[in-house]
């Protein structure tokens, strides 16, 4: 029993160090949100593309449910979801889009990641709903919250 014992803590010592070893050589892994526009679904942009736009014809939609909304995300954001009251949202929407007498020209709308439906759920209701009567753009946000965590580690 003490030589079982003996050998399965030699086996893990040896697999920490080789995962050790193989961390140094090799680094990290890669956690970037990859994104290629050319592969993207219609109306869905990478992050990348969003902030090559002026920052000031954005407004960024997060679509996750309140609780996320308010422990973080993009400062500035506007909470619409399919959770809530949808008329209230739109409400508080409307006037982040015309506050300042001047149409945000692109809506980016985001959840949790990429595999998130809610985004484009908020995205094509907005879209159908004002972006063709205001002129208005709106997008899904490829990656979600994890592409801007990615990119708020990277540059920080």
Same mark, same amino acid.
């Given at each position: ?5 003996? +050998? ?7 697999s920490a160090m080789a995962a050790l070893i193989t961390w140094g050589v090799v680094g +990290? &892994?890669?956690?970037?949100? &990859?994104?290629?526009?050319? $592969? ?6 990478c992050l990348e593309t969003v902030r090559e736009w002026p920052s000031e014809t954005i ?25 809530? $009251? ?13 506050? $300042? ?13 990429? @595999?998130?439906? +809610?985004?484009?759920?908020?995205? $094509? ?5 004002? +972006?063709?009567?205001? @002129? ?15 990119? @708020?580690?990277?540059?920080?």
């Amino acid at each position: 029993m003490n030589r079982l014992l003996i +050998s399965i803590c030699v086996l893990m010592t040896l697999s920490a160090m080789a995962a050790l070893i193989t961390w140094g050589v090799v680094g +990290s &892994p890669d956690r970037r949100v &990859p994104c290629l526009e050319e $592969d993207l679904a219609e109306h869905h942009v990478c992050l990348e593309t969003v902030r090559e736009w002026p920052s000031e014809t954005i407004l960024w939609v997060d679509a996750r449910k309140r609780e996320f909304w308010e422990k973080g995300g993009v400062g500035g954001a506007v909470l619409v979801n399919e959770h809530e $009251d949808w008329g209230e949202m739109v409400a508080d929407f409307a006037a982040e889009v015309f506050g $300042d007498g001047e149409v945000k020209l692109r809506v980016v709308v985001f959840c949790d990641k990429a @595999g998130c439906d +809610s985004s484009r759920v908020v995205a $094509d209701r907005l879209r159908e709903e004002m +972006s063709r009567d205001f @002129g208005f753009e709106v997008f899904v946000l490829h990656g979600g919250i994890k592409a801007l965590e990615q990119e @708020g580690k990277e540059s920080g």
